[in-house]
C-alpha cells in the first residue's frame, strides 16, 4: 500500500532561520504534493511536485522521485510560517497523508 | 487553483441524529472525491474514495452503513454521518482533484462536527 512518512514530527525555530522539511514515500506513489494546515483546518496547497524543483517566493521544494523523498525548503522563516506541513502521496486512486510536521517560528 | 466548497463549516448535533456534508467542485468537474477525518492534533485520516454514478471505495475500518458516501454528479459528493455518537465528533474534510492537467488534488474548508 501506499506510505508516505514525514520528519520531523517537531520544528522550532527562530524567525529568520531557514527551515528543511523532509517527505518519504513508497514506491506506489506517483505524485506527490506539499499543504499547509492554517489554524483553521484549511489545507492549502502549496507545491504539486512528482519530480525536480519548484520554487514560489521562499517557499520551494525538491523531489527526488528515484529516491522516494521530497524535501520542503522555507528560507528565512517568519512567525506566519508556523502551523502544521504535510505531504500527500497519491497512487493508486488514493491520496494518502503524512503524519505532518509542526512548524513553530518563535519570534 | 480550483475551488472546493464543503458545507457546513462546522455542526453540533443531539446523539441519535444524522448530519449530512456536502462537498461540491465549484469551477471543475471532479470524477473522484477523497473524504478524511481528522483528530486534533493528528493527521488526515482517508475515510473513502467516491466516484462519480458508482458506490464509494472504503478504507479499513470503516463503517460504510455508518458514513454514508453519495457522488451523484460530477461537482457533489456527500457524506452522512448517520446515527451519530459523540466519539463521531471529529473535523471531516473533503478532497477533489483536477484531473484537467496536472491532478491536483484541492481540499474543502472542512466541517467541525460535534455530537452532544
Known amino acids: 500500500g501506499i506510505q508516505v512518512e514525514q520528519s520531523p514530527p517537531d520544528l522550532i525555530l527562530q524567525e529568520g532561520a531557514n527551515s528543511t522539511l523532509r517527505c518519504n514515500f513508497s514506491d506506489s506513489v506517483n505524485n506527490l504534493q506539499w499543504f499547509h494546515q492554517n489554524p483553521w483546518g484549511q489545507l492549502i496547497n502549496l507545491f504539486y511536485?512528482?519530480?525536480g524543483t519548484k520554487q514560489n517566493g521562499r517557499l520551494s521544494a525538491t523531489t527526488v522521485a528515484t529516491e522516494r523523498y521530497s524535501l520542503l525548503y522555507i528560507s528565512s522563516s517568519q512567525t506566519t510560517d508556523s502551523g502544521v506541513y504535510f505531504c500527500a502521496g497519491i497512487g493508486a486512486q488514493k491520496l494518502v497523508f503524512g503524519q505532518g510536521t509542526r512548524l513553530t517560528i518563535n519570534p | 487553483g480550483a475551488v472546493v466548497s464543503q458545507h457546513p463549516s462546522w455542526v453540533i448535533c443531539k446523539s441519535g441524529t444524522s448530519v449530512k456534508i456536502e462537498c461540491r467542485s465549484l469551477?471543475?468537474?471532479?470524477?473522484?472525491m477523497f473524504w478524511y477525518r481528522q483528530f486534533p492534533k493528528q493527521s488526515l485520516m482517508l475515510m473513502a474514495t467516491?466516484?462519480?454514478?458508482?458506490?464509494?471505495?472504503?478504507e479499513q475500518g470503516v463503517e460504510k452503513d455508518k458514513f454514508l458516501i453519495n457522488h451523484a454528479s460530477l461537482t457533489l459528493s456527500t457524506l452522512t454521518v448517520t446515527s451519530a455518537h459523540p466519539e463521531d465528533s471529529s473535523f471531516y474534510i473533503c478532497?477533489?482533484?483536477?484531473?484537467?492537467?496536472?491532478?491536483?488534488?484541492?481540499f474543502g474548508q472542512g466541517t467541525r462536527l460535534t455530537v452532544v
Open positions: 511536485i512528482p519530480s
Open positions: 467516491s466516484n462519480e454514478g458508482s458506490k464509494a471505495t472504503y
Open positions: 478532497s477533489a482533484t483536477d484531473h484537467r492537467a496536472p491532478p491536483v488534488a484541492f
Open positions: 469551477d471543475f468537474q471532479a470524477t473522484t
